[in-house]
Structures are given as structure tokens and as C-alpha cells.
């Protein structure tokens, strides 16, 4: 079964409201998230690493005032996508690396995606 | 800059036609190379690791090996429930546990 779960699975809004997505880490604490963003028929490329307590780190050419990141706990980040606008439509993804237990094997653990619709 | 090229960006394969995906890879120092599957509309779903050239290993129908320079996953008399996306990545030994995607190589496989 799934080990990193997001929600919603699929969203659609008007342009210029605010979106929010959760990724959990379920049976494991992930002390590291990492949200992805991926456009049709595209890689996967990474947004932001999201740290437990702390803020997170952006990647170059990615608005941190725009997609903000929260990982108030060790099972649970956020992605807010803020006055989403049409060319935010994007299938986002997130995950997490398990570091304890029998998920204490280095693997990348993948949510199911949010696919943003915006309208 | 760490890069991952995917080739081919498509293939097409009758139902138990052999053949190897192939994803080149520049990193600087490489931690890791990942290859994962992903079917429509889904997460990535993992597959293998590999650490060093030379490094082999095996699940049901694929296998995936490793170069300095290159790896393939190798599917042997593919099933139609093959049919997917197959990603590669690879995590260099600095940059925090980031992973670089390749675009990825869409296998469809016929019965």
C-alpha cells in the first residue's frame, strides 16, 4: 500500500485563488519532503526540499512567495500555490525519503500526485 | 550541472519482445541512480538503485544495470501490464538528497 499520501488527488480553481495540497508520510517520519512539479510529457523537476521546523529550500527560478511550503511536523508537509493563475495547471508530487525502520532503505517514497487545474 | 538523458522517448514492443532502455547521466559524484515506473496520472513508483558501475540487479522481468557513464533497464518478454513511463535519476554525492529526473522513456507493449 502507499507510504507517502496527498490530497486532494485533483483540484480545479479560479484564477487568482489560493490551493493548498498535503503530503503525509504514513508509518514513517520524514524529516526531508521534496515537492515536484511535472508538465505533460516532462521530467519531473523539482520545486523545494521541505524540512521539518525549518523553512524550506527553494529551487532556482521557483517563487517562495508563491508556493509556500510548510512541514509543521514529521509526517506532514503543505504546498500552497497562492493566486494560482493558468500556467500553474500542473501535476504536482510529493516525497519522502524513510529513515526508520523497515522504511530505512534510502528509497524515495512517491505520493500519488495532485493534478492543479486552474482555470 | 547534473544531467539524465532517456533514450528512446517512446518505444513500442510486441508482447514478449526483449529490448533495454537506455539513461546517460553526467553528475558530479554519484550517489545514486534510481529507476522508477510511473503509469498516468500517478507518482513514480520505485524500482531500483544502484550504486557503483557494475552494480546489477533484478525484479521479475527487469533488469538494470550500471556504467560510469550509463545505465539500461533491461525488460525480457515484456507483458502489456509493462505498459508505462520508466523514469531515471540520479542523485549526486552533494546537493542534499536532491534527485535529477531524465524525461523519461514511454513503453508500450502489445499483446
Known amino acids: 500500500g502507499a507510504v507517502v499520501s496527498q490530497h486532494p488527488s485533483w483540484v480545479i480553481c479560479k484564477s487568482g485563488t489560493s490551493v493548498k495540497i498535503e503530503c503525509r508520510s504514513l508509518?514513517?517520519?520524514?524529516?526531508?519532503m521534496f515537492w515536484y512539479r511535472q508538465f505533460p510529457k516532462q521530467s519531473l523537476m523539482l520545486m523545494a526540499t521541505?524540512?521539518?521546523?525549518?523553512?524550506?529550500?527553494?529551487e532556482q527560478g521557483v517563487e517562495k512567495d508563491k508556493f509556500l511550503i510548510n512541514h509543521a511536523s514529521l509526517t506532514l508537509s503543505t504546498l500552497t500555490v497562492t493566486s494560482a493563475h493558468p500556467e500553474d495547471s500542473s501535476f504536482y508530487i510529493c516525497?519522502?525519503?524513510?529513515?526508520?525502520?523497515?522504511?530505512?532503505?534510502?528509497?524515495?517514497?512517491f505520493g500519488e500526485g495532485s493534478r492543479l487545474t486552474v482555470l | 550541472e547534473d544531467q539524465v538523458t532517456q533514450s528512446p522517448e517512446a518505444l513500442r514492443l510486441q508482447e514478449g519482445e526483449s529490448s533495454s532502455l537506455n539513461c546517460s547521466y553526467t553528475?558530479?559524484?554519484?550517489?545514486?541512480l534510481f529507476w522508477y515506473r510511473q503509469d498516468p496520472g500517478k507518482g513514480p513508483e520505485f524500482l531500483f538503485t544502484?550504486?557503483?558501475a557494475g552494480e546489477e540487479k533484478e525484479k521479475e522481468r527487469l533488469k538494470a544495470t550500471l556504467t560510469k557513464k550509463e545505465s539500461f533497464l533491461h525488460i525480457t518478454a515484456p507483458k502489456p501490464e509493462d505498459s508505462a513511463t520508466y523514469l531515471c535519476?540520479?542523485?549526486?554525492?552533494?546537493?542534499?538528497?536532491?534527485?535529477?529526473f531524465g524525461t523519461g522513456t514511454r513503453l508500450l507493449v502489445s499483446p
Open positions: 516525497s519522502a525519503r524513510g529513515t526508520s525502520g523497515r522504511f530505512n532503505t534510502g528509497e524515495l517514497f
Open positions: 508509518d514513517f517520519q520524514a524529516t526531508t
Open positions: 521541505s524540512n521539518e521546523g525549518s523553512k524550506a529550500t527553494y
Open positions: 553528475v558530479s559524484g554519484l550517489r545514486g
Open positions: 544502484l550504486y557503483s
Open positions: 535519476a540520479v542523485q549526486a554525492s552533494t546537493g542534499f538528497q536532491k534527485l535529477v
